[in-house]
Protein backbone atom coordinates (compact mmCIF):
# COMPACT_ATOMS: atom_id res chain seq x y z
CA UNK A 1 0.00 0.00 0.00
CA UNK A 2 1.37 3.51 -1.43
CA UNK A 3 0.19 6.57 -1.89
CA UNK A 4 1.90 9.82 -3.32
CA UNK A 5 3.40 10.86 -6.57
CA UNK A 6 4.96 7.79 -9.46
CA UNK A 7 8.43 7.96 -7.35
CA UNK A 8 6.36 6.75 -3.88
CA UNK A 9 5.09 3.98 -6.88
CA UNK A 10 7.38 2.44 -9.22
CA UNK A 11 10.18 0.92 -7.12
CA UNK A 12 7.04 -1.13 -5.55
CA UNK A 13 6.50 -2.50 -9.12
CA UNK A 14 9.93 -4.05 -8.84
CA UNK A 15 9.65 -5.28 -5.74
CA UNK A 16 6.30 -7.15 -6.13
CA UNK A 17 7.18 -8.64 -9.03
CA UNK A 18 10.04 -10.31 -7.19
CA UNK A 19 7.55 -11.06 -4.44
CA UNK A 20 5.60 -12.74 -7.21
CA UNK A 21 8.83 -14.70 -8.90
CA UNK A 22 8.47 -15.94 -5.36
CA UNK A 23 5.15 -17.48 -5.39
CA UNK A 24 3.73 -14.72 -3.26
CA UNK A 25 -0.18 -13.12 -4.74
CA UNK A 26 0.94 -9.71 -4.37
CA UNK A 27 -1.47 -6.67 -5.08
CA UNK A 28 -0.31 -2.82 -5.36
CA UNK A 29 -2.95 -0.69 -3.94
CA UNK A 30 -2.34 2.81 -5.48
CA UNK A 31 -3.80 5.86 -7.28
CA UNK A 32 -5.65 4.69 -10.02
CA UNK A 33 -3.32 6.62 -12.70
CA UNK A 34 -0.45 3.82 -11.95
CA UNK A 35 -2.00 1.36 -12.55
CA UNK A 36 0.12 0.89 -16.19
CA UNK A 37 3.03 0.75 -14.05
CA UNK A 38 2.53 -3.07 -13.33
CA UNK A 39 1.66 -4.48 -16.30
CA UNK A 40 3.34 -7.41 -17.58
CA UNK A 41 4.69 -7.87 -13.72
CA UNK A 42 2.39 -10.65 -12.41
CA UNK A 43 1.53 -8.14 -9.75
CA UNK A 44 -2.25 -7.10 -8.96
CA UNK A 45 -3.77 -3.85 -8.89
CA UNK A 46 -6.04 -2.10 -6.50
CA UNK A 47 -7.16 1.49 -7.27
CA UNK A 48 -7.18 4.00 -5.01
CA UNK A 49 -9.36 7.27 -5.46
CA UNK A 50 -7.43 9.95 -5.39
CA UNK A 51 -5.25 11.30 -7.95
CA UNK A 52 -2.34 13.12 -6.56
CA UNK A 53 -1.62 14.71 -10.38
CA UNK A 54 -5.19 16.38 -10.30
CA UNK A 55 -4.78 17.59 -6.62
CA UNK A 56 -1.40 18.85 -7.28
CA UNK A 57 -2.42 20.69 -10.56
CA UNK A 58 -5.62 22.55 -8.21
CA UNK A 59 -6.09 25.64 -6.21
CA UNK A 60 -5.23 24.45 -3.30
CA UNK A 61 -2.06 22.25 -5.09
CA UNK A 62 -0.49 25.42 -7.02
CA UNK A 63 -0.69 26.94 -3.27
CA UNK A 64 2.70 25.11 -2.16
CA UNK A 65 4.64 27.23 -4.63
CA UNK A 66 3.71 30.06 -2.45
CA UNK A 67 5.90 28.06 0.42
CA UNK A 68 9.65 28.84 -0.01
CA UNK A 69 10.61 26.91 3.12
CA UNK A 70 10.91 22.88 3.39
CA UNK A 71 8.88 23.13 6.98
CA UNK A 72 6.41 25.36 4.84
CA UNK A 73 5.87 23.44 2.10
CA UNK A 74 5.46 19.82 4.23
CA UNK A 75 2.94 22.20 6.52
CA UNK A 76 0.90 22.93 3.38
CA UNK A 77 1.01 19.04 2.22
CA UNK A 78 0.46 17.60 5.35
CA UNK A 79 -2.97 19.57 5.66
CA UNK A 80 -3.66 18.42 1.93
CA UNK A 81 -2.89 14.70 2.84
CA UNK A 82 -5.66 15.15 5.91
CA UNK A 83 -8.09 16.32 3.95
CA UNK A 84 -7.96 13.47 1.26
CA UNK A 85 -6.98 10.26 3.26
CA UNK A 86 -10.17 10.25 4.56
CA UNK A 87 -11.55 8.80 0.76
CA UNK A 88 -8.86 5.92 0.63
CA UNK A 89 -10.10 4.83 3.65
CA UNK A 90 -12.39 2.41 2.57
CA UNK A 91 -10.30 1.07 -0.33
CA UNK A 92 -7.67 0.23 1.96
CA UNK A 93 -10.01 -1.69 4.26
CA UNK A 94 -11.42 -3.65 1.14
CA UNK A 95 -8.23 -4.68 -0.12
CA UNK A 96 -6.29 -5.58 3.05
CA UNK A 97 -9.73 -7.81 4.01
CA UNK A 98 -8.39 -9.97 0.72
CA UNK A 99 -4.98 -10.23 2.13
CA UNK A 100 -2.70 -12.44 4.23
CA UNK A 101 -0.20 -9.19 5.30
CA UNK A 102 0.39 -5.71 4.71
CA UNK A 103 3.82 -4.42 3.42
CA UNK A 104 2.85 -0.67 3.81
CA UNK A 105 4.92 2.68 2.57
CA UNK A 106 6.14 5.35 4.97
CA UNK A 107 3.01 7.52 3.55
CA UNK A 108 0.55 5.26 4.76
CA UNK A 109 1.79 3.25 7.78
CA UNK A 110 0.26 4.82 10.55
CA UNK A 111 -3.54 3.98 8.77
CA UNK A 112 -2.12 0.74 7.58
CA UNK A 113 -0.66 -0.79 10.66
CA UNK A 114 -3.90 0.25 12.43
CA UNK A 115 -6.17 -1.91 9.68
CA UNK A 116 -3.43 -4.82 10.00
CA UNK A 117 -4.07 -4.48 13.95
CA UNK A 118 -7.56 -4.28 13.39
CA UNK A 119 -7.36 -7.53 11.17
CA UNK A 120 -5.05 -9.23 13.01
CA UNK A 121 -2.52 -9.34 10.15
CA UNK A 122 0.79 -9.47 10.13
CA UNK A 123 2.86 -6.06 8.74
CA UNK A 124 5.55 -4.28 8.27
CA UNK A 125 6.71 -1.02 6.55
CA UNK A 126 9.25 -0.55 3.33
CA UNK A 127 10.53 2.70 3.44
CA UNK A 128 12.21 4.56 0.59
CA UNK A 129 13.54 7.29 2.81
CA UNK A 130 15.29 7.03 6.21
CA UNK A 131 11.98 8.24 7.81
CA UNK A 132 13.07 7.35 11.45
CA UNK A 133 15.00 9.93 14.12
CA UNK A 134 18.50 9.65 13.87
CA UNK A 135 21.52 12.05 15.62
CA UNK A 136 23.04 11.63 12.48
CA UNK A 137 20.89 13.98 10.16
CA UNK A 138 18.10 16.31 10.32
CA UNK A 139 15.02 14.60 8.66
CA UNK A 140 15.09 14.51 5.04
CA UNK A 141 11.83 15.81 4.17
CA UNK A 142 13.49 19.00 5.69
CA UNK A 143 15.86 19.02 3.51
CA UNK A 144 18.57 16.88 5.57
CA UNK A 145 21.56 18.62 6.10
CA UNK A 146 22.88 18.34 10.09
CA UNK A 147 22.00 20.93 12.96
CA UNK A 148 23.83 19.16 15.38
CA UNK A 149 23.18 15.42 17.07
CA UNK A 150 20.22 16.35 19.80
CA UNK A 151 18.65 19.02 17.04
CA UNK A 152 18.96 16.37 14.18
CA UNK A 153 16.97 13.54 16.55
CA UNK A 154 14.45 16.06 18.21
CA UNK A 155 13.44 17.41 14.52
CA UNK A 156 13.15 13.62 13.78
CA UNK A 157 10.79 13.19 16.32
CA UNK A 158 8.88 16.38 15.41
CA UNK A 159 8.17 14.62 11.87
CA UNK A 160 6.82 11.14 13.19
CA UNK A 161 4.16 13.22 15.02
CA UNK A 162 3.55 15.53 12.44
CA UNK A 163 2.82 12.32 9.84
CA UNK A 164 0.86 11.25 12.80
CA UNK A 165 -1.44 13.73 13.04
CA UNK A 166 -2.15 13.83 8.73
CA UNK A 167 -4.01 10.87 10.21
CA UNK A 168 -5.60 11.99 13.61
CA UNK A 169 -9.10 12.46 12.22
CA UNK A 170 -9.12 9.16 10.70
CA UNK A 171 -7.59 6.46 12.34
CA UNK A 172 -10.26 6.68 15.25
CA UNK A 173 -12.87 6.02 13.55
CA UNK A 174 -10.96 3.36 11.99
CA UNK A 175 -10.30 1.52 15.48
CA UNK A 176 -14.10 1.75 16.23
CA UNK A 177 -14.97 0.37 12.90
CA UNK A 178 -12.52 -2.46 13.69
CA UNK A 179 -13.38 -2.79 17.13
CA UNK A 180 -10.46 -1.79 18.38
CA UNK A 181 -9.90 0.35 21.94
CA UNK A 182 -9.92 4.12 21.54
CA UNK A 183 -5.70 5.08 21.78
CA UNK A 184 -4.64 8.68 22.47
CA UNK A 185 -2.35 10.69 19.91
CA UNK A 186 1.09 9.50 19.36
CA UNK A 187 0.12 6.12 21.53
CA UNK A 188 0.48 3.44 18.12
CA UNK A 189 3.72 5.32 17.09
CA UNK A 190 5.33 4.66 20.47
CA UNK A 191 3.80 0.76 20.58
CA UNK A 192 5.34 0.40 16.95
CA UNK A 193 8.90 1.04 18.55
CA UNK A 194 8.36 -0.81 21.46
CA UNK A 195 6.92 -3.63 19.31
CA UNK A 196 10.52 -2.80 17.00
CA UNK A 197 7.48 -3.17 14.16
CA UNK A 198 10.08 -3.97 11.04
CA UNK A 199 10.84 -1.55 8.20
CA UNK A 200 12.63 -2.37 5.34
CA UNK A 201 14.43 0.63 3.58
CA UNK A 202 14.65 0.81 -0.06
CA UNK A 203 17.89 2.46 -0.72
CA UNK A 204 21.33 1.54 -0.61
CA UNK A 205 23.71 1.06 2.47
CA UNK A 206 26.80 2.26 0.08
CA UNK A 207 24.22 5.56 -0.42
CA UNK A 208 23.06 6.56 3.15
CA UNK A 209 24.44 4.14 5.56
CA UNK A 210 22.16 2.66 7.90
CA UNK A 211 21.93 5.14 11.42
CA UNK A 212 23.80 3.60 14.02
CA UNK A 213 21.51 4.67 16.51
CA UNK A 214 18.24 3.35 14.78
CA UNK A 215 16.57 0.94 16.97
CA UNK A 216 16.52 -3.15 16.04
CA UNK A 217 14.12 -3.63 12.95
CA UNK A 218 14.99 -1.15 11.34
CA UNK A 219 16.74 -2.22 8.13
CA UNK A 220 18.90 -0.85 4.80
CA UNK A 221 19.56 -3.59 2.23
CA UNK A 222 19.37 -1.45 -1.01
CA UNK A 223 17.31 -0.09 -4.03
CA UNK A 224 14.23 -1.63 -5.53
CA UNK A 225 13.77 -1.12 -9.24
CA UNK A 226 11.14 -0.47 -10.41
CA UNK A 227 9.28 -3.28 -12.99
CA UNK A 228 11.22 -3.76 -16.23
CA UNK A 229 9.90 -5.71 -18.93
CA UNK A 230 12.43 -4.80 -21.37
CA UNK A 231 11.07 -1.65 -23.35
CA UNK A 232 13.41 -0.50 -25.71
CA UNK A 233 13.68 3.58 -26.37
CA UNK A 234 11.04 4.70 -28.97
CA UNK A 235 13.07 5.22 -32.53
CA UNK A 236 12.89 8.93 -32.37
CA UNK A 237 14.59 9.13 -29.27
CA UNK A 238 17.35 6.63 -30.02
CA UNK A 239 17.72 8.00 -33.93
CA UNK A 240 18.11 11.62 -31.18
CA UNK A 241 20.90 9.93 -28.81
CA UNK A 242 22.82 8.34 -31.96
CA UNK A 243 23.13 11.41 -34.06
CA UNK A 244 25.59 13.25 -31.95
CA UNK A 245 27.46 12.83 -28.47
CA UNK A 246 25.85 11.80 -25.80
CA UNK A 247 22.85 14.70 -24.71
CA UNK A 248 22.03 15.49 -21.30
CA UNK A 249 18.77 14.29 -19.18
CA UNK A 250 16.61 17.04 -18.12
CA UNK A 251 13.64 16.50 -16.08
CA UNK A 252 11.56 17.21 -13.19
CA UNK A 253 9.46 13.89 -12.62
CA UNK A 254 6.55 15.01 -10.77
CA UNK A 255 6.93 17.95 -9.25
CA UNK A 256 5.84 20.94 -10.83
CA UNK A 257 6.94 24.17 -11.00
CA UNK A 258 5.03 27.40 -11.28
CA UNK A 259 6.50 29.29 -14.94
CA UNK A 260 7.18 26.02 -17.40
CA UNK A 261 8.13 28.06 -20.12
CA UNK A 262 10.33 30.42 -18.35
CA UNK A 263 12.24 27.25 -16.66
CA UNK A 264 12.01 25.44 -20.21
CA UNK A 265 13.78 28.90 -21.53
CA UNK A 266 16.63 28.76 -18.41
CA UNK A 267 17.51 24.85 -19.12
CA UNK A 268 17.98 25.29 -22.86
CA UNK A 269 19.97 28.31 -22.38
CA UNK A 270 21.95 27.00 -19.73
CA UNK A 271 22.79 23.45 -22.38
CA UNK A 272 24.00 25.28 -25.38
CA UNK A 273 26.38 28.23 -23.14
CA UNK A 274 28.04 24.22 -22.17
CA UNK A 275 27.62 23.32 -25.48
CA UNK A 276 25.70 20.22 -25.01
CA UNK A 277 22.35 18.70 -26.40
CA UNK A 278 19.56 17.72 -24.35
CA UNK A 279 16.79 15.34 -24.34
CA UNK A 280 14.16 17.23 -22.01
CA UNK A 281 11.14 15.06 -20.26
CA UNK A 282 8.18 17.03 -19.83
CA UNK A 283 7.12 15.28 -16.58
CA UNK A 284 4.17 16.66 -14.35
CA UNK A 285 5.64 20.39 -14.77
CA UNK A 286 5.60 21.05 -18.29
CA UNK A 287 8.80 21.36 -19.41
CA UNK A 288 9.95 21.59 -23.42
CA UNK A 289 12.04 22.20 -26.25
CA UNK A 290 12.74 23.11 -29.66
CA UNK A 291 15.94 22.71 -31.78
CA UNK A 292 17.92 20.46 -33.57
CA UNK A 293 20.13 19.94 -30.69
CA UNK A 294 16.91 19.33 -28.02
CA UNK A 295 14.31 16.71 -28.29
CA UNK A 296 11.14 16.56 -25.72
CA UNK A 297 10.02 13.61 -24.65
CA UNK A 298 6.93 12.06 -22.51
CA UNK A 299 7.63 9.25 -19.97
CA UNK A 300 10.52 6.78 -20.89
CA UNK A 301 12.19 4.09 -18.52
CA UNK A 302 14.74 5.42 -16.97
CA UNK A 303 16.74 2.19 -17.39
CA UNK A 304 17.28 2.08 -21.04
CA UNK A 305 17.60 6.55 -20.72
CA UNK A 306 20.08 7.18 -18.28
CA UNK A 307 23.14 5.24 -19.57
CA UNK A 308 22.98 7.07 -22.47
CA UNK A 309 23.48 10.32 -21.29
CA UNK A 310 26.49 12.40 -20.56
CA UNK A 311 24.37 13.41 -17.36
CA UNK A 312 20.99 13.91 -15.75
CA UNK A 313 19.14 16.53 -14.17
CA UNK A 314 16.77 15.89 -11.87
CA UNK A 315 14.49 17.04 -9.22
CA UNK A 316 16.58 14.53 -6.90
CA UNK A 317 13.17 12.84 -5.86
CA UNK A 318 14.41 9.17 -4.06
CA UNK A 319 13.80 7.13 -7.09
CA UNK A 320 15.16 9.26 -9.87
CA UNK A 321 18.50 9.57 -7.79
CA UNK A 322 18.77 5.94 -7.57
CA UNK A 323 17.99 5.55 -11.09
CA UNK A 324 21.11 7.83 -12.19
CA UNK A 325 23.25 6.10 -9.53
CA UNK A 326 22.16 2.69 -10.95
CA UNK A 327 23.41 4.17 -14.39
CA UNK A 328 26.55 5.54 -13.61
CA UNK A 329 26.40 9.16 -14.79
CA UNK A 330 27.20 12.28 -13.04
CA UNK A 331 23.65 14.69 -11.87
CA UNK A 332 23.03 17.88 -11.31
CA UNK A 333 20.14 17.66 -8.54
CA UNK A 334 17.70 21.01 -8.87
CA UNK A 335 15.36 19.93 -6.17
CA UNK A 336 12.70 21.63 -5.40
CA UNK A 337 11.04 20.19 -1.97
CA UNK A 338 10.93 17.42 0.69
CA UNK A 339 13.53 14.80 0.93
CA UNK A 340 14.69 16.46 -2.94
CA UNK A 341 17.58 18.62 -0.48
CA UNK A 342 18.65 15.68 1.49
CA UNK A 343 19.54 13.18 -1.99
CA UNK A 344 20.80 15.75 -3.79
CA UNK A 345 23.14 15.90 -0.99
CA UNK A 346 24.15 12.92 -1.00
CA UNK A 347 24.78 13.26 -4.83
CA UNK A 348 27.59 15.76 -3.67
CA UNK A 349 28.62 14.14 -1.00
CA UNK A 350 29.51 11.15 -2.74
CA UNK A 351 31.46 12.89 -5.55
CA UNK A 352 28.78 12.17 -8.39
CA UNK A 353 27.48 15.57 -8.71
CA UNK A 354 29.08 19.04 -8.80
CA UNK A 355 27.10 21.35 -6.75
CA UNK A 356 23.55 21.47 -5.98
CA UNK A 357 21.36 23.96 -7.83
CA UNK A 358 18.08 24.64 -6.41
CA UNK A 359 15.30 25.48 -8.55
CA UNK A 360 14.27 29.24 -7.05
CA UNK A 361 17.95 30.05 -7.37
CA UNK A 362 18.69 28.16 -10.93
CA UNK A 363 20.41 30.90 -13.50
CA UNK A 364 21.52 30.11 -16.95
CA UNK A 365 25.02 30.74 -15.43
CA UNK A 366 24.39 28.25 -12.22
CA UNK A 367 22.87 25.82 -14.02
CA UNK A 368 25.53 25.75 -17.62
CA UNK A 369 28.49 25.65 -14.68
CA UNK A 370 27.24 22.78 -13.18
CA UNK A 371 26.38 20.95 -16.47
CA UNK A 372 29.85 21.92 -17.66
CA UNK A 373 32.04 20.70 -14.28
CA UNK A 374 29.77 17.31 -14.43
CA UNK A 375 30.28 16.50 -18.53
CA UNK A 376 34.02 17.55 -18.55
CA UNK A 377 35.68 16.62 -15.63
CA UNK A 378 36.48 12.79 -16.03
CA UNK A 379 36.28 12.27 -12.28
CA UNK A 380 32.56 12.58 -11.91
CA UNK A 381 31.87 9.63 -14.54
CA UNK A 382 34.60 7.82 -13.05
CA UNK A 383 33.07 8.03 -9.22
CA UNK A 384 29.49 7.41 -10.78
CA UNK A 385 30.94 4.69 -12.99
CA UNK A 386 32.11 3.07 -9.48
CA UNK A 387 29.13 4.06 -7.40
CA UNK A 388 26.70 3.06 -10.48
CA UNK A 389 28.74 -0.63 -10.33
CA UNK A 390 28.32 -1.19 -6.60
CA UNK A 391 24.46 0.16 -6.57
CA UNK A 392 23.74 -2.51 -9.32
CA UNK A 393 25.48 -5.36 -7.24
CA UNK A 394 23.23 -4.97 -4.27
CA UNK A 395 20.28 -7.33 -4.57
CA UNK A 396 17.85 -4.75 -2.44
CA UNK A 397 14.68 -7.15 -2.88
CA UNK A 398 16.18 -10.12 -1.03
CA UNK A 399 15.98 -8.95 2.68
CA UNK A 400 12.52 -7.69 1.62
CA UNK A 401 12.05 -11.49 0.72
CA UNK A 402 13.27 -12.91 3.96
CA UNK A 403 11.34 -11.04 5.90
CA UNK A 404 8.19 -11.62 4.36
CA UNK A 405 8.93 -15.24 4.85
CA UNK A 406 9.49 -14.50 8.73
CA UNK A 407 5.99 -12.17 8.58
CA UNK A 408 4.70 -14.78 7.11
CA UNK A 409 5.79 -17.95 9.16
Known amino acids: MTAGSRGDVAPYTGLGHRLHRAGHTVTLVTHARFEPLVAGSGVGFRALPVDPRAELESARGRGLHRSASGAGKLIRIAEMARRLVGRMTDDLLAAATESDALLLSASLAPLGHTIAEGLRLPSMGVYLQPIAATREFAPPVLGGGSWGGAANRAAGHGVSVAVERVFAGTVPSVR ?139 HAGAGTTAAGLRAGVPAVPVPIQFDAGFWSARLVALGVA ?38 RGEDGAAPVLEAVDRLCG
Not at 362 to 383: K, N, W
Request: hydrophobic fraction near 40%; charged fraction near 20%; charge should be positive.
Open 176 to 314: ARLGLPPLRAGAARRTRERQRWPVQHGFSPTVVPRPGDWRPGLEVGGYWWPYDDGTRLPPALGAFIDAGPPPVFVGLGSATVPDAGRLSAQVVAALRRAGLRGVIQRGWGGLAADGDDMLTIGDVPHAPLFPRMAAVVH
Open 354 to 391: PDVVPLRRLTVPALASALLRATRDPAYRERARTLGARV
